[in-house]
């Protein structure tokens, strides 16, 4: 096994991704030489470590017991170049993670800062789009973790409790409404509205806080569709319409007096935003850490 060194190293990369298409990739490699790999260390072993089914790969109870060695063996690996050459390997721990929005702008920053402190040989590399993105990568085997702010119904993604958000309804201050202690659903109907594009989470809340008083998104007077709460907020600044977005993103705007907060009668719009994680595929450590990490911090 003294040879195979590098196939521990692409069984992890491969356990991690879910998938030898994307392992390949990272690796700089064919799919057929990952494959290859994978297959000299079953043979070694006398065992499977995957089990393929209908085009996706799902790691088997030897692989789990291999993996949790792998990563020893690979971390021990680092440390002993790092010890005789005195410079650190070159293949720090990594972490990817995969946000929609209001997570990735409002949450994460600071939850990233403190966990590099205490973990600071990890590379995170972080993307932040749209919540339905996110799913995407997390269904492929791109990301090891997604922050969304809405659930899915999908048999090969598992979602966890990270915290809570409050969307609002906003105006600016010299809207005819602003001034108004409450007002009706129907009400805010009659006026134009600026709303995030399909497929993010903020976007998702508020269909489902209409249809909990039997009204649709056909129902609003849609004059603008963004997909950037920073556009959004410039638009509803400037007079084009009413919006609904999350508190945390209209802090300094709400602070300032420049947007106003509308009290809508019976407009639930709470929500939770969530971590993702992929069925029967393992976290890397790191991924583990930072998952405990965030809910600790944010419980």
């Known amino acids: 096994m003294d040879e195979q060194l590098p196939y521990l190293d692409t069984f992890v990369r491969v356990a991690d991704c879910n998938s030898f298409t994307v392992a390949a990739g990272q690796l700089g490699l064919t799919q057929a030489a990952v494959s290859q790999r994978i297959q000299a260390l079953e043979k070694a072993l006398d065992t499977s470590l995957f089990h393929r089914r209908k085009g996706r790969i799902e790691i088997s109870a030897s692989g789990e017991s291999l993996y949790k060695f792998a990563q020893k063996i690979l971390q021990l690996h680092r440390d002993a170049i790092a010890n005789i050459t005195g410079q650190r390997s070159t293949s720090a721990v990594e972490l990817m993670l995969s946000c929609s929005s209001i997570p990735g702008q409002h949450i994460l920053p600071e939850l990233l800062t403190s ?57 600016p201050t ?14 805010i109907l009659k006026h134009p509205f600026v709303v ?4 993010s989470g903020s976007r998702r809340c508020l269909e489902e806080a209409l249809q909990r008083l039997h009204y649709e998104m056909a129902d609003l007077n849609v004059a603008l569709e963004l997909g950037n709460n920073e556009a959004i907020k410039q638009a509803v600044l400037q007079g084009v319409g009413i919006t609904v977005l999350s508190g945390r993103s209209a802090e300094r705007e709400l602070k300032s007096g420049e947007l106003v907060r509308l009290n809508v009668r019976k407009l639930t719009l709470a929500r939770e935003i969530f971590f993702v994680t992929a069925v029967g595929r393992i976290l890397p450590t790191a991924a583990q850490l930072f998952r405990e990490f965030a809910l600790s911090h944010c419980s």
Not at 150 to 171: C, G, H, W, Y
Not at 196 to 199: D, I, L, N
């Open 115 to 171: 966990f590099r402190q205490a973990h600071a040989d990890v590379r995170v590399r972080a993307s932040i789009t749209d919540s339905q993105s996110v799913l995407e990568e997390m269904e492929k085997g791109k990301t090891h973790l997604g922050i969304v702010g809405m659930r899915a119904d999908s048999p090969n993604l598992q979602f966890e409790s990270l915290t809570k958000d409050e969307l609002v309804v906003l105006v």
């Open 174 to 187: 010299n809207h005819c409404l602003a001034a108004r202690k409450s007002v009706d659903v129907k009400e």
């Open 196 to 199: 995030r594009e399909p497929g």
